[in-house]
C-alpha cells in the first residue's frame, strides 16, 4: 500500500497532552517523520526515526510506534504548536515517497 | 547550514511546461534524495519525484507521464518540468531533501528504514489560468 492516514483534525487544552496518528503498511518497516507546517510557511521536521528530534526543536515532541501505526505526541501542547502536522515515509516498495493526509491541530 | 533557494515562472496558460529549479547552498549533493513537493491551496501535500546525484530518479505514478526531473551536479541544481499543465496543478511548490537509512530495531529484532526530508525551500506559487 501507498498510502498513510490520518485524522483531520485534532484540538487540546493548553498544557494538555495530545496524540497525532498516522497509520500505513510501509510503517511496518519505516519509521515515519512528521512535519510541522504553520499558515504560509513550509513544513518543518519535527521527529523522525526512533525518536530523533532536528535542533531546535523542544523535547515535548515525541514519537511512538506500533505495528503499521505512528504516533506523534506532544506532551503540555503550547499555542505555537497550534499547526498542521504531516506524516511522511517511503511506501512499501521503497521507490516513492508518501505523505498522510494532514492533521490539523488547535490548541484551545 | 544547507539552504535550498527554488525559482522559476509563476504564471502558466494551460497546455504550457511546468519548469521550476532548485539550488542546493552549504552542503554536499551526494548521498541524498532531492524532491519535488506540491501543495495545492487549501489541502495536503503531495509527493510529485525526487532524483539523486546520480541522476537517478522516482517519480509519483499518479504524475510519472507529464514529469521529468533532472539533475546537474556541477551547478547543485535539480529542476523540475511537469507538461501539460491545467488548473489543478496550481499549488505552492517545495524541493527538499531527504535521507534514508537502515536503522537497528529495538533487542536486535531486525531492523527499520528511517526516512525524512530535513531541508526545504521556501515555495514558489505557480498558478495556471488562462
Known amino acids: 500500500s501507498s498510502e498513510l492516514t490520518q485524522d483531520p483534525a485534532v484540538s487540546v487544552a493548553l498544557g494538555q497532552t495530545v496524540r497525532i496518528t498516522c497509520q500505513g503498511d510501509?510503517?511496518?518497516?519505516?519509521?515515519a517523520s512528521w512535519y510541522q507546517q504553520k499558515p504560509g510557511q513550509a513544513p518543518v521536521l519535527v521527529i523522525y526515526?526512533?525518536?530523533n528530534r532536528p535542533s531546535g526543536i523542544p523535547d515535548r515532541f515525541s514519537v511512538s510506534s506500533s505495528g503499521n501505526t505512528a504516533s506523534l505526541t506532544i506532551t503540555g501542547a503550547q499555542a505555537e504548536d497550534e499547526a498542521d502536522y504531516y506524516c511522511n515515509s517511503r511506501d512499501t516498495s521503497g521507490n516513492h515517497v508518501v505523505f498522510g493526509g494532514g492533521t490539523k491541530l488547535t490548541v484551545l | 547550514q544547507v539552504q535550498l533557494q527554488q525559482w522559476g515562472a509563476g504564471l502558466l496558460k494551460p497546455s504550457e511546461t511546468l519548469s521550476l529549479t532548485c539550488a542546493v547552498y552549504g552542503g554536499s549533493f551526494s548521498g541524498y534524495y532531492w524532491s519535488w513537493i506540491r501543495q495545492p491551496p487549501g489541502k495536503g501535500l503531495e509527493w510529485i519525484g525526487e532524483?539523486?546525484?546520480?541522476?537517478?530518479?522516482n517519480y509519483n505514478p499518479s504524475l510519472k507521464s507529464r514529469v521529468t526531473i533532472s539533475v546537474d551536479t556541477s551547478k547543485n541544481q535539480f529542476s523540475l518540468k511537469l507538461s501539460s499543465v491545467t488548473a489543478a496543478d496550481t499549488a505552492v511548490f517545495y524541493c527538499a531533501r531527504g535521507y534514508k537509512k537502515i536503522v537497528p530495531a529495538a533487542l536486535g529484532l531486525g531492523y527499520y528504514y528511517s526516512y525524512y526530508m530535513d531541508v526545504w525551500g521556501k515555495g514558489a506559487t505557480v498558478t495556471v489560468s488562462s
Open positions: 510501509s510503517l511496518r518497516s519505516y519509521y
Open positions: 532524483i539523486n546525484h546520480s541522476g537517478s530518479t
Open positions: 526515526g526512533e525518536n
